[in-house]
DNA sequence: TTGTAGGCGTTATCAG
DNA sequence: CTGATAACGCCTACAA
């Protein structure tokens, strides 16, 4: 048959096949195939001849041939929900590192960029196509019940968010421990009035349950706790508003660097000063924000131990078979003091 | 043939085929097929029975066996240093995002966070294995030399950095314009020495003609440019100490907004007033260190467009076959006035 | 040690 | 519109 010019460039040239490797060594494509997945008896001669065949034709090993026969792909799927999200990027970072060193290939993929459940549901069903052998979960829009079709196939680990969920494992930081921390160390510098910049759980998985936990330790503390409505992480003149509002507040609670640092943007350009006159705590402690040179007081979380502990988590549970049931691991952060708290002034 | 408990775990109790789903539909496996892959005709009802019983099943296509017959993935390799920095992690967002949008699935490998070709060479095999029909190589460390034997198999894109090499088609940013841009800003407002933290070639592929850029720009103004030796961007005491040592220094450009940074914590901790005493500017321009609240004049790079044009520019390769002679794509940058140059004290 | 044959899950081709 | 059947590239008994 005829292949028309574009199907010609789409395969390269035809791509050699072990087939072609054993014709020109002369031998069997058995003996190729037997040099390449390094199993089975083959003289060093031949084994030589074959190596040779191979690198003139420039042949490289089919790995979707060979996992339609091996049933494996030695592959582990990754969703999360931005890349460019320091949290994710770090995330996958940490896995894919992690998931090299135990021989597994690490594929992602993401939600597209909208917000858009349907969409992230698209993205899970694509890395099932591609049989993966595992499934990590990081995002923190998704909601149990989505996922629980996809756990029940595909052995997955929910990692980087607090999973109320029994039905799966998951790898997480300790949200609680975090706000907490937070909500401790403004109550011991002696603020008595402090705001809490809140999302809902429709908004995020991870940050409701953070500042809940905030304002749960300060009125525990016998610290009034002022809420104020999140609203995305681009409304922090309203969030300023509302705070100035009360001006018997002497401290904000961000419910992540990121929200903390457009706060503090907020804050400078209508001439706040911070601390004196306000607080700022944030939480993560991932990527640049982290950095001196703002030295924003924060939680921060154990990112590469995430990343590590969720493919650790996930492969054993490939080795364990379908009846390793669910386990949660929960990781410590530490508390990062920065120069953005303060006692209260007055 | 028996299977062993563990092996039955690995492919999640036999994962349902196409045949699996015929029986159960009472159809043949082609009428499956022709649903499934949406070609052909079926008739409503049938069509009906079959993706009811492939519910009932939970069957999902098997990308690896179509993609066999098929001879096409629609699946895009890209390859970059580390995904947690945050010019790899939009530059792949952006990736994710355009390919989506033209139908092609899109799958990572990073080189194992080391410090070593070779693992980056063993990840872009990798890649080749899985069959990706086209490659986008964003490194600053891969030589062109590595890359060619890979680009000669499969249509590769060289994104985001300055590719000298005429063989491939390539993205980025004129490194020469941005450098040259930053060099007049620091002229302009007057300065007549400048130190320019430099790095070699070896070091990386990008930054290099960048500072290279940078020196050339101020010496065509008349502005003396002072080496400072760059050596990693942890070494920040030591370019201080060189600055500090000539005192008619009254600004440093740094090769990127991160050495910026980490040039103005030292500078911070020393007590050198920014702008007063020393202007810095940065590079890059893109994610968090790009706030407002540190201020820093930097040169932007358009990270999105550089990932745009990347995949638009490997699928017109696929496309267009072969003989599609290399192209480059060069992409212009924006200056970002920060507070942090001003002219100089004296 | 090497070769032969069969099958993995899917699509494409060609009859019915 | 539907059903056989032959690939696709590789691995794996089993036979030589």
Redesign the pocket.
Known sequence: ?ERSPSQLAL?SA?????????RRA?????????V??E?????A???QRVLDAAAELG????????A????RTYTLGVFVRDVATPFYGHLLSAMQERADTLGYRVVTATGSGRFAVEDELRALETLVMMRVEGLVIGSGLLPAAQILPFAERVPTVVAGRPETEENFTSVYCDEREGGAALADHLADLGHRYVAVITLRKSESLTLAPRTAAMVQELRRRGVEAVRVIGRGVDAADRWVDQILERPEVTAVMAPSDRYAVRLLEELQRRGVDVPARLSVTGYDGIGELATPLIGLTHWRQPIDAIGRSAVDALVALLDSGPPGRPKRHVLSGTLVLGRSTAPPCR
Not at 14 to 22: E, L, N, S
């Open positions: 048959m395969t035809r791509r050699p096949t072990i087939i072609d490797v054993a002369e031998v069997s494509k058995s003996v190729v195939s037997r390449f997945s199993r089975g008896k083959v003289s001669q031949t084994r042949y490289v090993v089919n790995a979707m041939a060979r339609m026969v091996a049933h």
